[in-house]
Protein backbone atom coordinates (compact mmCIF):
# COMPACT_ATOMS: atom_id res chain seq x y z
CA UNK A 1 0.00 0.00 0.00
CA UNK A 2 1.33 3.66 -0.87
CA UNK A 3 1.99 5.77 2.16
CA UNK A 4 4.05 5.47 5.53
CA UNK A 5 3.36 3.12 8.17
CA UNK A 6 5.49 2.56 10.92
CA UNK A 7 5.70 -0.62 13.18
CA UNK A 8 5.01 -1.91 15.68
CA UNK A 9 2.05 -0.36 16.75
CA UNK A 10 2.34 -0.20 20.03
CA UNK A 11 5.85 -2.13 22.00
CA UNK A 12 6.61 -2.82 25.79
CA UNK A 13 10.20 -3.32 26.56
CA UNK A 14 12.12 -3.67 30.08
CA UNK A 15 14.52 -0.85 31.32
CA UNK A 16 18.32 -0.93 28.81
CA UNK A 17 17.07 -3.10 26.74
CA UNK A 18 17.28 -2.24 22.75
CA UNK A 19 14.10 -1.09 20.82
CA UNK A 20 14.50 -0.14 16.68
CA UNK A 21 11.05 1.55 15.91
CA UNK A 22 10.54 0.49 12.52
CA UNK A 23 9.21 3.25 9.45
CA UNK A 24 8.68 3.19 5.63
CA UNK A 25 7.42 5.50 3.13
CA UNK A 26 6.73 4.41 -0.57
CA UNK A 27 6.79 7.89 -1.92
CA UNK A 28 10.29 8.38 -2.30
CA UNK A 29 10.27 11.42 0.02
CA UNK A 30 13.97 13.05 0.33
CA UNK A 31 13.09 14.36 3.84
CA UNK A 32 12.21 11.88 6.77
CA UNK A 33 11.49 12.87 10.51
CA UNK A 34 11.10 11.20 13.71
CA UNK A 35 8.75 13.57 17.00
CA UNK A 36 7.70 12.02 20.07
CA UNK A 37 4.39 12.90 21.40
CA UNK A 38 4.08 14.14 25.21
CA UNK A 39 1.56 15.82 26.85
CA UNK A 40 2.49 19.24 27.36
CA UNK A 41 5.51 19.03 24.93
CA UNK A 42 3.31 18.41 21.67
CA UNK A 43 5.72 17.03 18.76
CA UNK A 44 9.49 17.57 19.73
CA UNK A 45 11.82 16.34 16.50
CA UNK A 46 14.37 13.82 17.56
CA UNK A 47 16.42 13.46 14.90
CA UNK A 48 15.30 13.73 10.58
CA UNK A 49 16.94 12.84 7.73
CA UNK A 50 17.51 14.55 4.38
CA UNK A 51 18.24 12.22 2.30
CA UNK A 52 19.87 9.18 2.50
CA UNK A 53 22.86 8.65 4.56
CA UNK A 54 22.28 12.07 5.87
CA UNK A 55 20.71 12.57 9.19
CA UNK A 56 20.49 15.35 12.07
CA UNK A 57 20.21 16.27 15.24
CA UNK A 58 16.69 17.50 15.91
CA UNK A 59 15.32 18.88 19.72
CA UNK A 60 15.74 15.56 21.60
CA UNK A 61 18.06 13.55 20.08
CA UNK A 62 20.06 11.92 23.50
CA UNK A 63 19.51 8.21 23.92
CA UNK A 64 17.99 7.67 20.37
CA UNK A 65 20.25 6.64 16.93
CA UNK A 66 19.04 6.76 13.45
CA UNK A 67 20.29 5.49 10.12
CA UNK A 68 18.86 5.87 6.61
CA UNK A 69 20.77 3.45 4.06
CA UNK A 70 17.47 2.98 1.73
CA UNK A 71 15.84 6.61 1.28
CA UNK A 72 12.17 4.56 1.92
CA UNK A 73 13.45 3.70 5.60
CA UNK A 74 14.34 5.59 8.43
CA UNK A 75 14.45 3.61 11.72
CA UNK A 76 15.08 4.52 14.88
CA UNK A 77 16.71 3.22 17.78
CA UNK A 78 16.54 3.56 21.79
CA UNK A 79 20.15 2.24 22.77
CA UNK A 80 19.26 1.51 26.18
CA UNK A 81 15.52 2.68 26.75
CA UNK A 82 14.92 4.48 30.22
CA UNK A 83 10.90 5.37 31.04
CA UNK A 84 11.62 8.92 30.30
CA UNK A 85 11.72 7.45 26.76
CA UNK A 86 7.84 6.42 27.11
CA UNK A 87 6.15 8.15 24.88
CA UNK A 88 4.18 8.03 21.24
CA UNK A 89 6.68 7.96 18.24
CA UNK A 90 5.55 9.19 15.10
CA UNK A 91 7.71 9.16 11.76
CA UNK A 92 6.96 11.25 8.78
CA UNK A 93 8.03 12.25 5.18
CA UNK A 94 7.64 15.22 2.94
CA UNK A 95 9.65 16.23 -0.11
CA UNK A 96 11.75 19.50 -0.75
CA UNK A 97 11.04 20.74 -4.40
CA UNK A 98 14.39 22.86 -4.66
CA UNK A 99 12.05 25.90 -3.05
CA UNK A 100 10.22 24.73 -0.47
CA UNK A 101 9.03 21.59 1.12
CA UNK A 102 5.62 19.62 -0.05
CA UNK A 103 3.07 19.20 3.27
CA UNK A 104 4.86 15.94 5.50
CA UNK A 105 2.85 13.13 5.77
CA UNK A 106 2.41 11.17 8.84
CA UNK A 107 2.65 7.68 10.28
CA UNK A 108 -0.16 6.13 12.49
CA UNK A 109 2.52 5.92 15.24
CA UNK A 110 4.20 3.70 17.93
CA UNK A 111 3.31 3.82 21.62
CA UNK A 112 6.25 2.29 23.47
CA UNK A 113 6.13 1.84 27.01
CA UNK A 114 9.38 1.17 29.40
CA UNK A 115 8.79 -0.28 32.56
CA UNK B 1 17.19 28.02 15.60
CA UNK B 2 13.93 28.18 15.36
CA UNK B 3 10.59 28.35 17.79
CA UNK B 4 7.12 27.75 18.04
CA UNK B 5 4.83 28.71 20.46
CA UNK B 6 1.23 27.92 21.13
CA UNK B 7 0.33 29.79 24.46
CA UNK B 8 -2.93 27.98 24.84
CA UNK B 9 -3.04 24.23 25.91
CA UNK B 10 -6.85 23.83 26.04
CA UNK B 11 -9.62 25.94 24.36
CA UNK B 12 -13.16 25.63 24.42
CA UNK B 13 -15.96 27.76 22.51
CA UNK B 14 -19.72 27.52 21.56
CA UNK B 15 -20.99 26.15 18.19
CA UNK B 16 -21.56 29.23 15.94
CA UNK B 17 -18.74 31.13 18.04
CA UNK B 18 -15.57 32.60 16.71
CA UNK B 19 -12.43 30.91 17.21
CA UNK B 20 -8.82 31.68 16.88
CA UNK B 21 -5.86 29.70 17.90
CA UNK B 22 -2.38 31.66 18.30
CA UNK B 23 0.88 31.05 17.10
CA UNK B 24 3.87 32.51 17.59
CA UNK B 25 7.44 31.86 16.00
CA UNK B 26 11.03 33.03 16.55
CA UNK B 27 13.19 32.31 13.36
CA UNK B 28 15.90 34.84 11.39
CA UNK B 29 15.10 34.32 8.16
CA UNK B 30 11.66 33.83 6.33
CA UNK B 31 9.90 30.94 7.30
CA UNK B 32 7.54 28.79 5.74
CA UNK B 33 4.32 28.09 8.32
CA UNK B 34 1.76 25.17 8.57
CA UNK B 35 -0.94 24.31 10.69
CA UNK B 36 -1.68 20.60 10.98
CA UNK B 37 -4.74 18.97 12.78
CA UNK B 38 -5.15 15.86 14.94
CA UNK B 39 -8.63 14.58 14.89
CA UNK B 40 -9.49 11.58 17.13
CA UNK B 41 -7.75 8.64 16.17
CA UNK B 42 -6.41 10.10 13.06
CA UNK B 43 -2.91 10.82 11.88
CA UNK B 44 -1.91 13.87 11.91
CA UNK B 45 -2.51 15.75 8.63
CA UNK B 46 -1.75 19.03 7.38
CA UNK B 47 -4.87 21.88 7.71
CA UNK B 48 -3.05 24.95 5.57
CA UNK B 49 0.33 26.80 4.92
CA UNK B 50 0.96 29.99 4.27
CA UNK B 51 2.40 29.81 0.75
CA UNK B 52 -0.90 28.73 -0.24
CA UNK B 53 -3.11 31.17 1.31
CA UNK B 54 -5.92 29.21 0.84
CA UNK B 55 -9.17 28.83 3.31
CA UNK B 56 -9.52 25.28 4.48
CA UNK B 57 -12.36 23.78 6.27
CA UNK B 58 -13.54 27.22 6.74
CA UNK B 59 -9.97 28.08 8.93
CA UNK B 60 -7.34 31.12 7.89
CA UNK B 61 -4.43 31.80 8.76
CA UNK B 62 -2.24 34.72 7.86
CA UNK B 63 1.04 35.24 8.71
CA UNK B 64 2.05 38.36 10.36
CA UNK B 65 6.28 39.20 9.94
CA UNK B 66 6.05 42.00 12.04
CA UNK B 67 4.37 40.40 15.19
CA UNK B 68 6.11 36.94 14.02
CA UNK B 69 2.65 35.68 14.69
CA UNK B 70 0.63 32.87 12.24
CA UNK B 71 -2.74 32.61 13.99
CA UNK B 72 -5.29 30.14 12.60
CA UNK B 73 -8.90 31.32 12.92
CA UNK B 74 -12.55 30.65 11.72
CA UNK B 75 -15.21 32.67 12.32
CA UNK B 76 -18.10 30.09 13.14
CA UNK B 77 -16.60 27.37 15.20
CA UNK B 78 -18.39 23.58 14.42
CA UNK B 79 -18.75 20.79 16.87
CA UNK B 80 -16.38 18.68 14.13
CA UNK B 81 -13.52 21.36 14.85
CA UNK B 82 -12.70 19.74 18.32
CA UNK B 83 -9.13 18.51 17.68
CA UNK B 84 -5.62 19.01 18.60
CA UNK B 85 -4.26 21.46 16.38
CA UNK B 86 -0.35 22.49 16.11
CA UNK B 87 1.71 25.11 14.40
CA UNK B 88 4.53 24.49 12.49
CA UNK B 89 7.29 26.11 10.93
CA UNK B 90 9.87 24.97 8.38
CA UNK B 91 13.23 27.06 8.16
CA UNK B 92 16.21 26.71 5.87
CA UNK B 93 17.96 24.17 7.31
CA UNK B 94 14.24 22.23 6.32
CA UNK B 95 13.74 20.94 9.44
CA UNK B 96 9.89 20.97 11.00
CA UNK B 97 9.17 22.63 13.94
CA UNK B 98 6.18 21.97 15.92
CA UNK B 99 4.39 24.18 18.63
CA UNK B 100 3.19 22.16 22.16
CA UNK B 101 0.37 22.00 20.32
CA UNK B 102 -4.09 23.44 21.28
CA UNK B 103 -6.72 21.23 21.72
CA UNK B 104 -9.61 22.71 20.43
CA UNK B 105 -13.12 21.87 22.03
CA UNK B 106 -15.95 23.19 20.55
CA UNK B 107 -19.04 22.53 22.88
CA UNK B 108 -23.07 22.25 21.60
Known amino acids: DAGITQSPRYKITETGRQVTLMCHQT?????MFWYRQDLGHGLRLIYY???????DKGEVPDGYVVSRSKTENFPLTLESATRSQTSVYFC??????????????FGQGTRLTVV | AQRVTQPEKLLSVFKGAPVELKCNYSYSGSPELFWYVQYSRQRLQLLLRHISRESIKGFTADLNKGETSFHLKKPFAQEEDSAMYYC??????????FGSGTQLTVLP
Open chain 2, 88 to 97: ALSGSARQLT
Open chain 1, 92 to 105: ASSHYTGTQNTEAF
Open chain 1, 27 to 31: WSHSY
Open chain 1, 49 to 55: SAAADIT
